[in-house]
């Protein structure tokens, strides 16, 4: 069926398809994707983009709205944090940096934050550095809340946005690929799934 049919696409034809169909299409794919970037923000580097790519290549004419339902909850997962490191940054922040080793970056965070907190926002889609970390220290060292939420906000959604055209343009015939191949879906959803499990017990 082409892309631009306004008619919804055919369910897969085998079980395994079916139940890959059903769960992009229905609430749990969208719920799953707000959580994991709410999670990513505030507790876990949890795979939010894995995620995503799997909902927005399932459902091309959605992926617009999947971008922004995730940019959505990585920015408040970001104020989340945000606000445990400007309230409990001894009691929170450090643990949890800890815990994931990243207190090697708190200094030259904070320096990037003095010199440019909006360029340091507006990128930290596109740095290896794990998000939960921006918001934290943003709280710890006086960023304030409104540009924290702003330039957040402009950086998860064009990171989105991208992510969203790439799928839209790539999502049919990748679709058409995992039609044929349900078991490769079933270990891709279990390999993300199994992820989000070891970071959270490390």
Known sequence: MPENDPRPHPPL????????????????????????????????????????????????????????????????????AW????????????????????????????????????LALLTSGYTPVPYLLYGTVGGATGVPLGTFVVFCALGRGLKYAVLAGVARIAGPPVRRWLARNPRRIALVVTAVALIVLGAWMI
């Open 13 to 80: 034809k085998d079980s395994g398809g079916d139940r890959w169909a059903r769960w992009t299409g229905g609430r749990a794919g969208p719920v799953l994707l707000f959580a994991c970037a709410v999670v990513e923000g505030c507790l876990v580097p949890a795979p939010t983009e894995a995620v995503f790519a799997a909902l927005a290549i399932a459902r091309p004419r959605r992926a617009w709205a999947l971008g922004a339902l995730a940019a959505a909850g990585s920015v408040l997962g970001g104020v989340i």
């Open 83 to 118: 606000h445990l490191g400007a309230t409990a940054f001894d009691r929170y922040g450090q643990p949890l940096l800890a815990r994931y080793g990243l207190m090697g970056e708190l200094e030259a965070l904070g320096a990037l934050y003095r010199r440019n907190a909006a």
